[in-house]
């Protein structure tokens, strides 16, 4: 009769090795960890604009065209500055106590406000052409 120990080590052994080696597979194959995401700064443009002005709800009351129940083409005439035309925008009750034009304020952005400022300067009459003979009739 054979010394059980002669088997048993060397499958001990054999067993031992295969963990081992299923290990360094386990180490090794995995799948490499994502590189980080560099930080990303939020950047509006002009193309924002749409979204923005979808997304606020100044769509359905000033129409796309800012042509809607309350129009925007006046913008011009009543806030001649763009600061006043942001503050507007941003609390309109703070100027008209009873209007129905929400307040923004805390809810739009500094980078959001700024979009739709310009949007709603876009949306405006074209300033009138002083001193241009063509656009005289
Ligand atoms: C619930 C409807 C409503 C929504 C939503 C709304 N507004 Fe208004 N807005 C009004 C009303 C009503 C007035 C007119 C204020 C007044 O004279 O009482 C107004 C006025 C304005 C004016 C001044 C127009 C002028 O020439 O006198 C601007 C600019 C304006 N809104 C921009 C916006 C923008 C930008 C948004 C989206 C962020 C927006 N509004 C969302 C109802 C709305």
Do not use: Q
Not at 96 to 109: C, E, N, Q, R, Y
């Amino acid at each position: 009769m054979r010394d059980p120990r002669v088997v048993l080590v060397p499958l001990a052994g054999l067993a031992l090795a295969g963990a081992v080696w299923a290990g360094s597979v386990w180490l090794d194959d995995g799948p490499p960890p994502p590189p980080p995401r560099p930080a990303v700064p939020v950047v509006l443009t002009a193309a924002d604009a749409p979204r923005l002005y979808a997304r606020y709800g100044c769509l359905g009351c000033h129409g796309a065209a800012g042509d809607g129940n309350f129009p925007l083409t006046k913008s011009r005439e009543h806030f001649p500055t763009d600061a006043a035309l942001a503050a507007f925008i941003l609390d309109a009750r703070a100027t008209k106590p009873d209007t129905t034009m929400p307040t923004w304020a805390h809810v739009i952005s500094d980078a959001e406000l700024a979009v739709l400022v310009a949007h709603v300067r876009s949306l405006d009459a074209p300033p009138a052409a002083v001193g241009n003979p063509a656009a005289t009739p």
